[in-house]
Structure formats: C-alpha cells, structure tokens
C-alpha cells in the first residue's frame, strides 16, 4: 500500500493567520481526501481532491476557508486560512483509488490555535 | 439516510479478556465495511475490511469481525487482548462503491493490567 509523509506534525498558530498542510505519497493516485478530526471526534471529511479538477468539498467545508491544491498525481495541500481557535484539530490526508482497497491514511497535522 | 454508529464510545478490559467492539449501519444499498485502528499520536491504520464473500474476515493483529447483512452489523472481536491494543477504534463504510468513507464515533479501547 501507499506510503504518505504529512507535514507538519503538529503547529500551534495564531488567530487570524493560515496554515498550509502537505501530504506526499510514494506512488501515484487517482483520488486523495482530507479529513478534519475535532478533539475526542471522529473524522469528518472536507473533501476530496482529484489531480487537474477543482477540489470537491463536503456539506459545510468551503474553499475560501480550506482552499486545496493538487499539482500532480503524488502531492496535495490543505490550507486551513484565518484560522479560529474552532480550527484547532487533527487534519489527516488520505489516499486510495478504489473503495474496495481500503484507504490509507498519514499520520496527521495537530494544529492548535491560540 | 446512511449513517454508522459505533454504540460504545469506550471499552475497559483486562489484559487477554476477548472483546467486541461494535458497529451497526443504516443503508439500503450495498455497503463496503472498514475497521481502522488509531494509536496515540498516529494516523490510521486498516485493520481488516469487508467487500462480499464470506462474512467472517480475518484482519491483522488477531482481530477479526463479522458482517451480518439482516442486522447491519459488522462487529469486531478479538479472543485475548494485549496492553498494546489500547487504541481508538473506528468503524468506516462506504456506500455502494462510493470513494467516500463514513467514519463512526470510535471506541476508545483500554486495556488493564
């Protein structure tokens, strides 16, 4: 299976500013998602991004707040922008081309918002 | 509407008890069924997965679940735990097919001594 790096790990951002989160595979993929997990949630998905189309987002997500980028079939990024202390969560990116193979997940960005 | 619940958010056992974690879903069609596995400070990990055949699907680190289609289940067990299988436990379906996964609450599994 896929092998993700996510970068960062973790940050602690001010109010008012924006992060952005980079998630890198080892291998190409068609379809890549990006997760939200509020504190003591479960994940809720933002959207899902497909190389060379615009992002598709979920009930509740917009692109001004959580713009996506996916340059090529092995890279994306999640910007979280004017951030709240509402932000503060686990951000997870996510790949798999196919729902039966099961999806494969990095290791989150911790982002806390002061 | 489709929905999965997992009906307990934590399960304390002692140290190699079985258990069973569970997961029901509401979906009037076909369905794929996931169990993931968090570790403290980790992303997610498959743990097993149901796509059609046999009910009974066998995962890694000796869990394995069973899918029973007339009560919508898809409950996870494991016959003797160990103090490394503390963890959060999520329950995940897809819809007919589709590419988006639907996670449950999770159970946070506690192991005691």
């Known amino acids: 299976s896929a092998v993700i790096s996510q970068k960062p790990s973790r940050d602690i951002c001010q109010r008012g500013t924006s992060l952005t989160i980079q998630c890198q595979v080892d291998s190409q993929v068609t379809m890549m998602f990006w997760y939200r997990q509020q504190p003591g949630q479960s994940l809720t998905l933002i959207a899902t991004?497909?190389?060379?189309?615009?992002?598709?987002?979920e009930s509740g997500f917009v692109i001004d707040k959580f713009p996506i980028s996916r340059p090529n079939l092995t890279f994306s990024t999640l910007t979280v922008s004017n951030m709240s202390p509402e932000d503060s969560s686990i951000y997870l990116c996510?790949?798999?081309?196919?729902?039966?193979?099961?999806?494969?997940f990095g290791s989150g960005t911790r982002l806390t918002v002061v | 509407a489709q929905s999965v619940t997992q009906l307990d958010s934590q399960v304390p056992v002692f140290e190699e008890a079985p258990v069973e974690l569970r997961c029901n879903y509401s979906s009037s069609v076909s369905v794929y069924l996931f169990w993931y596995v968090q570790y403290p400070n980790q992303g997610l990990q498959l743990l097993l997965k149901y796509l059609s055949g046999s009910t009974l699907v066998k995962g890694i680190n000796g869990f394995e679940a069973e899918f029973n289609k007339s009560q919508t289940s898809f409950h996870l067990r494991k016959p003797s735990v160990h103090i490394s299988d503390t963890a959060e436990y999520f329950c995940?379906?897809?819809?007919?097919?589709?590419?988006?996964?639907?996670f449950g609450q999770g159970t946070r599994l506690t192991i005691n001594p």
């Open positions: 995940a379906v897809s819809f007919q097919g589709a590419q988006k996964l639907v």
């Open positions: 996510s790949v798999g081309d196919r729902a039966g193979d099961g999806y494969t």
């Open positions: 991004a497909n190389q060379g189309s615009e992002a598709t987002y």
